[in-house]
Nanobody, 123 residues
Framework: QMELVESGGRQVQAGGSLRLSCVAS????????MGWFRQPPGKGRETVAV???????YYADSVKDRFTISRDSAKNIVYLQMNNLLPQDTAVYYC?????????????????WGQGTQVTVSS
């Protein structure tokens, strides 16, 4: 069973912090890559951060040094810690998993998706 459930999104003021959680089924959590993606209002889906099952990470330039992706193997949860939030971070944030054996950083590479959680950053 492939299940991904995001939570933690809410409205926050610019400069604030949020931590998003993605609770994954065992099968999803054991896939090679898990990532966070977002879709701003009126725009396409974009990559935020990706973590390999071995721990290596990738970040979009727009979130480097502000966001941190991590995984908790005891709880099957992938986190996205977001600090110094900006209004342009406003989006629906999605968790996704991919079984590919090579680095997957594009949304189109991912096969399994959660339902999303809304993050709104006010100025």
């Amino acid at each position: 069973q492939m299940e991904l459930v995001e939570s933690g999104g809410r409205q926050v003021q610019a400069g604030g912090s949020l931590r998003l959680s993605c609770v994954a089924s065992e099968r999803a959590f054991n896939m090679n890559f898990m990532g966070w993606f977002r879709q701003p209002p009126g725009k396409g889906r974009e990559t935020v951060a990706v973590i390999w099952i071995g721990g290596s990470t990738y970040y979009a330039d727009s979130v480097k040094d502000r966001f941190t992706i991590s995984r908790d193997s005891a709880k099957n949860i992938v986190y996205l810690q977001m600090n110094n939030l900006l209004p342009q971070d406003t989006a629906v944030y999605y968790c996704a998993a991919d079984s590919s054996s090579r680095w997957s950083t594009k949304p189109a590479d991912y096969d399994y998706w959660g339902q999303g959680t809304q993050v709104t950053v006010s100025s």
